[in-house]
């Protein structure tokens, strides 16, 4: 059974960092672009960023740009998304995709909540 | 404001069909790029509903079809269920954005 579950999520002030985890399991996760989507409250979904199986390729959303930075690690089977100088406008319900060729996720996983505030 | 456009509600009562449609531009949908529908039940997480335009992943009922002509892309849901009441998000790739976007989301009430 494909899992993922998200960790890491918290309340930082403006300015912080944090850094948020993704735990693969039931299938070969190096086979498989993987992003991260987020939702703000009572708001709708927002990609923010996309990497390729062995990281070479690594895509972002223009308002997280040079902020954030997606890794992984294969052999933990492991997605993260470091996020540093963050603003309010993050605070969003941050979700890890399985990516299929085409450009969709078939598996999500529950989500974790970030909360920027002061 | 989201790159592709949807509605913000629509509502049907048990047993009839609604649609749910979501435009885009020459640099998405009107690229050739497929378009993907996401059905999210308050408080989870979004789940795979239509993908490549029309196809649906084991499990999704016949109920939901996905279709796509142009710039824009709709999804239909026939026999309506009280169960089917969600959130509905189009879902697709930009060339000019190298990234993924998203409708805005539509609330489907079920009267």
């Known amino acids: 059974e494909v899992q993922l579950v998200e960790s890491g999520g918290g309340l930082v002030q403006p300015g912080g960092s944090l850094r948020l985890s993704c735990a693969a399991s039931?299938?070969?996760?190096?086979?498989?672009?993987m992003s991260w989507v987020r939702q703000a409250p009572g708001k709708g979904l927002e990609w923010v960023a996309n990497?390729?199986?062995?990281?070479?390729?690594?895509y972002y959303v223009d308002s997280v740009k040079g902020r954030f930075t997606i890794s992984r690690d294969n052999a933990k089977n492991s997605l993260y998304l470091q996020m540093n100088s963050l603003r309010a406008e993050d605070t969003a319900v941050y979700y890890c995709?399985?990516?299929?060729?085409?450009?969709?996720?078939?598996?999500w996983g529950q989500g974790t909540l970030v909360t920027v505030s002061s | 404001q989201s790159v592709l456009t949807q509605p913000p509600s629509v509502s049907g009562a048990p047993g009839q069909r609604v649609t749910i449609s979501c435009t885009g531009s020459s640099s998405n949908i009107g690229a050739g790029y497929d378009v993907h529908w996401y059905q999210q039940l308050p408080g989870t997480a979004p789940k795979l509903l239509i993908y490549g335009n029309s196809n649906r992943p084991s499990g999704v009922p016949d109920r939901f079809s996905g279709s796509k002509s142009g710039t824009s892309a709709s999804l239909a849901i026939s026999g309506l269920q009280a169960e089917d009441e969600a959130d509905y998000y189009c879902q697709s790739y930009d060339s000019s954005l190298s990234g993924s976007v998203f409708g805005g989301g539509t609330k489907l009430t079920v009267l």
């Open positions: 995709a399985r990516m299929r060729f085409g450009h969709y996720g078939d598996y």
């Open positions: 990497i390729k199986q062995d990281g070479s390729e690594k």
């Open positions: 039931g299938f070969t996760f190096s086979s498989y672009w």
